[in-house]
């Protein structure tokens, strides 16, 4: 329990600072910075299944194995909807045809 509160403010700074960050993106580099958290998802993904891979050695594996589905599902979720809003957006800049 004497770790809590230092991992608690990291992560309530972690939240106000990606906040900021995000928010404060030109609409030009959206698409670059798409790219990016799509490889970092990626990484995600490759730590959760390790985690969905922990044998049953002991009571705690279970909390590795739901902990890891949900992180495969949320990373997931981020990837495939990041490559459909980079779809879009280049789709705003491809050349309307003239009928």
């Known amino acids: ?3 809590f509160v230092p991992f608690f403010s990291l992560f309530v700074l972690a939240i106000f600072v990606g906040y900021f960050v995000v928010w404060s ?3 030009a580099l959206h698409t670059p910075l798409m790219a990016v958290t799509n490889a970092i998802s990626s990484v995600i993904i ?6 969905l891979a922990v044998p049953a050695l002991g009571a705690a594996s279970w909390v590795s194995k ?5 992180a495969v599902i949320l ?4 990837i495939f909807g ?4 980079t779809q ?3 789709a705003m800049y491809k050349a309307k045809s003239k009928h």
């Open 75 to 78: 990373a997931s979720v981020n």
């Open 88 to 90: 879009r957006m280049l």
């Open 46 to 51: 490759v730590g959760a299944l390790i985690a």
């Open 66 to 70: 739901v902990f890891g589905f949900f």
């Open 82 to 85: 990041g490559f459909l809003v």
């Open 1 to 3: 329990m004497d770790h």
């Open 25 to 27: 993106v030109t609409p």
